[in-house]
C-alpha cells in the first residue's frame, strides 16, 4: 500500500494523528459545527416534515451555530497571520467567508416564511454549513502538519 499523505502526518488504521494544540483546538470547533449543524437540520427537517414553521429554539440554535462559526474564523485568521500555512490559500479563504453566509440567509428565510417552507431552509442551510466546515477542516489539515 502507497502512503499518499502529506508529509509529517502519521496515519495509522486511518486515524490521523497531530500534535499541534491550535489545530487541535481548531478540529474541536470545527466537529461541533458539523454535530450541531446536522443536528440543527435534523430538527428543522422534522418540523418541515410535520409542517410546522421554523421554531425559536431551533432559530435560536442557528444563531449559536452562527456565533460559533465567527469564532472559529477568528481563530483561524489569527493563526494564519501567525505563519499557519494552509495548502489551497484562495479556496481556504474563500470557504471560511463562505461558511458565514448560509445560516444568516436560512435564519432569514425562516423568519419570512412562517411555513414549513422556512423550516425546509433552515434545514438546508444547516447542512450546507456542515459540509463546508468539513472542507474547511480538510484544507486546513493538509497544509497545517506542525502548525
Known sequence: MVDISP???????????R???????????????????????????????????????????????EVILLIQSVISILKMI?????????????????VLLPLPLGIYLARIERTRWGSLSLCFTAVVVAVMMLRLLQLWRMGNVNA
Open 82 to 98: 501567525g505563519g499557519a500555512q494552509v495548502a489551497e490559500p484562495v479556496t481556504f479563504y474563500a470557504y471560511l467567508g463562505g
Open 19 to 65: 500534535a499541534s494544540g491550535v489545530t487541535a483546538l481548531i478540529s474541536v470547533f470545527a466537529y461541533a459545527v458539523m454535530i450541531l449543524g446536522l443536528a440543527l437540520a435534523a430538527w428543522s427537517g422534522i418540523e418541515s416534515y410535520l409542517r410546522k414553521p421554523a421554531s425559536g429554539q431551533a432559530i435560536i440554535a442557528a444563531a449559536v451555530l
Open 7 to 17: 508529509p509529517g502526518i502519521n496515519q495509522s488504521w486511518g486515524v490521523t494523528t
